[in-house]
């Protein structure tokens, strides 16, 4: 079993930087791939980013490439997913969900664990 408690988000303006956390606790974070999703109102769980078991692959949707970057430290078992120039359309709560595999996906159903969610909000 694998705890995840995401944090760091909260409302923001049209343009601004914000860091999202994500704390793992329970099994060897190191043989999880990790990855971020997220929900607007009423709109399914989309992919945002993942990351590799190691870290030495990384994946974005396309609606984020160039603006968010995912991280992860294996030593204190924490994801992050930093994101730059954000824009109203990023509103949503967003997930942490973790894969028992090294690489990460692009499907939600192919993550094992998640998180509670944390809600950004981004007015323009």
């Known amino acids: 079993q694998v705890q995840l408690v995401e944090s760091g988000g909260g409302l923001v303006q049209a343009g601004d930087s914000v860091r999202l956390s994500c704390a793992a606790s329970g099994r060897t974070f190191s043989n999880y791939a990790m990855g971020w999703f997220r929900q607007a109102p009423g709109k399914e769980r989309e992919f945002v980013a993942a990351?590799?078991?190691?870290?030495?692959?990384?994946y974005y949707a396309d609606s984020v490439k160039g603006r968010f970057t995912i991280s992860r430290d294996n030593i204190k078992n924490m994801v992050y997913v930093q994101m730059n120039s954000l824009k109203s359309e990023d509103t949503a709560v967003y997930y942490c969900?973790?894969?028992?595999?090294?690489?990460?996906?692009?499907?939600?159903?192919?993550?094992?664990?998640w998180g509670q969610g944390t809600q950004v909000t981004v007015s323009s």
């Open positions: 990351i590799s078991w190691n870290g030495d692959r990384t």
């Open positions: 969900a973790a894969r028992r595999a090294s690489s990460g996906s692009y499907y939600a159903n192919e993550y094992h664990y």
